[in-house]
């Protein structure tokens, strides 16, 4: 079995759509695990999962992309969803400086309109130039942004941290923006 395949399939249901097994995610993202797992096998028998696959594909994602409830019931995507779910982040203060990696050819848009959630809920930022420059490189040419997110902040912007480290906030004005030089 390809853990990969299976994690992006996962990952494809607990944060854009649940419907495609016929489940559903309350309103902060959780799925029931048993439901997960039988609409998953009903819906394509290439993935055949169970408990023991989906524990180890929590266990062993790099990005710590999901998170397991403590009576280990539920489980729910950490951040990245296009549906409209309340992962109950807690409002944080950030570090002075964020970043943000993209493709080069969004460079334009970006200085003009800042950077957008586009299909997500939240901008994701990065708290390292590395990981900003690895998440650029999976869209083409890599340009990383610095983003001056301690002023952003002290002027009324709200910021979060996801359980597995990555910053989000709603959008990033241009003003807040520089190409970053590493």
Known sequence: MDLTKTSKFLSLILRHKPEVIGITLDEHG??????????????DNKYNINREILNQIVETDE??????????KLIRANQGHSIPVDVEL???EPPEELFHGTADRFSESIEQQGLLPQSRLYVHLSKDIQTAEKV????????VYSVNSGEMFRQGYKFYISLNGVWLTKNVPPQFLTISKN
């Not at 959780?30 to 819906?43: F, S, V």
């Not at 990005?63 to 280990?72: E, F, M, N, V």
């Not at 650029?136 to 340009?143: L, T």
């Open 136 to 143: 650029g490189m999976r869209h083409g040419k890599p340009v």
């Open 30 to 43: 959780w799925a029931d695990i048993d439901e997960l797992i039988d609409g998953i096998n009903a819906h």
């Open 90 to 92: 807690k409002e944080t």
């Open 63 to 72: 990005k710590q992309r999901y998170a397991i409830s403590p009576d280990g």
